[in-house]
């Protein structure tokens, strides 16, 4: 049986006198995926994330947290356990998300309307959704 290839099939593999043998792992990343459009799939994981949008409180809301915050100014010094839930905006895109952060306060800033936590988290109060303490139990 004869092939059309039958002349050269058993030749030695050539190799050339005036350039170096390519690696292995250079020959592999020649068939390696290619991405035509760098950074795209970043795009599209940041447009797929969600966020929420900011809730505006009501009337009643806003006064109930505002009692909150005034028995919290007066109980500073006793520094208690609270639980502080806020939106944090996000940075790229519209929306944010609620976080809520439990620690002591280590400072409010009324002229700024800043909260500063023991652990250095500073809060605007005029993201704050909910405090939550055992100092607040005669508001339930």
Known sequence: M????????????????????MSLKDRAAQFSPFAALT????A??????????????????????????????ERLDEQPDIAITYFKPDETK??????TTTDKIKKVDEYERMITTTN??????????????DIFQFLE
């Open 39 to 42: 950074g795209y799939d970043a």
């Open 120 to 133: 250095g988290t500073k809060i605007p109060m005029d993201d704050v959704i909910n405090l939550e303490s």
């Open 94 to 99: 519209s929306g944010g998300a609620y976080l």
């Open 44 to 73: 599209i994981k940041e447009t797929g994330r969600l966020t929420d949008e900011k809730i505006e409180l009501d009337e009643e809301a806003l006064s109930n947290l505002n009692m909150k915050f005034q028995i919290l100014f």
């Open 2 to 21: 004869t092939g059309d290839y039958d002349d050269i099939i058993n030749l030695p593999h050539p190799i050339s006198k005036t350039r170096p043998q």
